[in-house]
């Protein structure tokens, strides 16, 4: 049986609830973790108020992931950001899908095709990291947009395939209205209703589950949770959430 480790984290642009940026406290809570594959969003190139640093090359080195794909999403008077994917396992493909609807703030999913290699053993699996809007109507038209895609669609119903990230879904109805009938389970939810989710967001004290992990095709759930550490309680505004799978 082959494990697979994934971590999403918004992570503010290592922006701590303090004001101040500290991308070594992300370099911290990543290297605890020391997951497979790891989700971010909220990630700055080149912008005044991260040091003009290109952030997810410098987390990637720093953490020692081998692969790295950046999604960009919004462009600013200078620099940009958008979402990353860190990889321990080699990259077969990567797309940024674009679901900006209109002239709203930019938004996208970053596809990665991770080839998962243990020992003789070769899996391929298909995640999708994507942050979604802060209006419900907007993240519905968004989710729709994505399980169109030729990159979800036409996946056969046993291919591992992994959505997560911040989707700023208060209420949950993104799980029963969308991902449900389109065969995928949620590891954020310890119970049926949105109320049983795991709560990420605010880091200090966190009341909502914004971050999620929804799965399906062969992947089994052994373990999701979300980080416990103090340092996480000041590093960002969201909490990372850590889920490990087995590949069948």
Not at 105 to 113: E, I, L, M, N, S
Not at 159 to 185: H, Q, S
Request: aromatic share 8%; with cysteine; hydrophobic share 40%.
């Amino acid at each position: 049986m082959m494990r697979l480790r994934v971590l999403t984290y918004n992570i503010h642009k290592a922006i701590g609830l303090d004001r101040k940026f500290d991308p070594q406290r992300i370099v911290t809570i990543l290297a605890r973790y020391d997951a497979d594959v790891v989700l971010l969003q909220e990630v700055d190139r080149g912008v005044p108020r991260s040091g003009y640093l290109d952030l997810a090359s410098y987390l990637a080195r720093q953490v020692q992931y081998q692969y790295r794909a950046v999604g960009i999403n919004v462009f600013l008077r200078r620099g940009k950001y958008g979402n990353a994917t860190l990889s321990r396992h080699p990259f077969r493909r990567q797309r940024n899908i674009d679901l900006t609807i209109g002239r709203r703030k930019r938004r996208g999913a970053q596809h990665t095709r991770v080839r998962v290699i243990t020992g003789r053993h070769e899996r391929s699996v298909e995640i999708f990291n994507v942050h979604l809007s802060l209006v419900a109507n907007l993240r519905r038209r968004q989710i729709e947009r994505l399980l169109a895609a030729h990159d979800i669609a036409h996946l056969a119903a046993d291919t591992p395939c992994i959505v997560a990230g911040d989707m700023n879904d208060w209420a949950g109805l993104l799980k029963r209205r969308y991902f449900e009938p389109a065969g995928f389970r949620c590891a954020t939810n310890r119970r049926p209703g949105s109320r049983w989710s795991i709560k990420t967001y605010p880091s200090f004290a966190p009341t909502g589950g914004l971050d999620k992990v929804f799965y399906r095709g062969g992947l089994h759930l052994h373990r999701v949770r979300r980080s416990r550490l103090k340092l996480a309680r000041v590093a960002s505004d969201h909490l990372p959430v850590i889920a490990d799978f087995e590949l069948s």
